[in-house]
């Protein structure tokens, strides 16, 4: 028990001393400023480091925060810019896709111009032929709309091919490039005439022309309107490849479809009769 009680005595004892000191410095501080003057002088002297250095942590940590919040700040700009990226990408993206429709048409009314005064329909490519035996593409048009077996149909730059099958809401058409199909057609310039028949790949070969007729690489080869299917005039390809000794009487010719069957998205489907064909 004598050892606590020996401590604070020593403890009071060093307390009263320490604010008798304090007083007496704060007394003869008073009575001397100079000496007052340098004792604040010498602290500031030796509290400066540290006053700096809790100055530049201060400004470290502020700075860092500022930092923290524009940069949350700049990626909630980037994010809310990325979206709008996006959508006005997808928008773009849909209104090419109109512009190019626009054009499809554009042409497609161009091409049924020429067919007139006959009537057509407009469909979209709904799928193509699997299988090699048949060059044929299946649309989004059939009896319902007026289509018939037989009719003749025309893409944006020419000829496609003709209506082999017609349900009520779709039909199949024969390509131009098939083994089956047949157009009778004659040079725009020279006028000489023939078949052209499809080889199942992507040119045709323009059958029965004389070997005296004029053809030459580069002609267009138009539709005659004999055949009482296609309108006369309709563009069917040009003169790729010409033989004029070919097989005794006849060139062997080869054309190219004006249309690009593995693009095909949009055709006409002419819906009427050939003018004086034979019903």
């Given at each position: ?44 002297q030796v509290l400066h480091p540290f006053q700096a250095l ?226």
């Open positions: 028990m004598a050892r606590p009680v020996e401590n604070r005595v020593k403890i009071g004892g060093a307390s009263l001393a320490l604010f008798c000191l304090s007083l007496f410095l704060t007394s003869y501080s008073s009575k001397n400023q100079n000496i007052g003057a340098m004792g604040g002088a010498a602290v500031q809790t100055h530049s942590i201060y400004s470290s940590v502020s700075g860092v925060w500022d930092s923290y919040i524009s940069l949350v700040g700049v990626r909630e700009d980037n994010a809310h810019l990325r979206s709008r990226i996006e959508a006005l990408e997808v928008r773009n993206a849909q209104l090419q896709e109109v512009a190019h429709e626009n054009e499809r048409l554009r042409n497609l009314l161009n091409v049924t111009a020429q067919a007139a005064p006959r009537s057509s329909v407009v469909a979209g490519v709904i799928g193509y032929d699997a299988s090699n035996w048949a060059k044929s593409v299946s649309i989004d048009k059939g009896t319902s709309d007026g289509i018939e077996v037989g009719m003749p149909v025309l893409g944006t730059a020419g000829v496609v091919g003709q209506v082999i099958a017609a349900a009520s809401g779709s039909s199949r058409v024969l390509l131009l490039t098939d083994h089956a199909s047949g157009v009778d057609a004659l040079i725009q310039g020279s006028r000489a005439r023939g078949l052209v028949e499809g080889l199942g790949s992507a040119t045709c070969r323009w059958r029965f022309v004389l070997a005296g007729e004029e053809v030459k690489i580069g002609d267009r080869v138009v539709t005659s309107g004999a055949d009482g299917i296609f309108p006369k005039g309709l563009l069917i390809g040009t003169v790729s490849a010409v033989d004029e000794a070919g097989k005794g009487l006849f060139q062997s010719i080869d054309v190219t479809p004006a249309e690009n069957f593995l693009k095909l998205e949009t055709v006409a489907v002419l819906t009427s009769k050939v003018p004086g064909a034979n019903k």
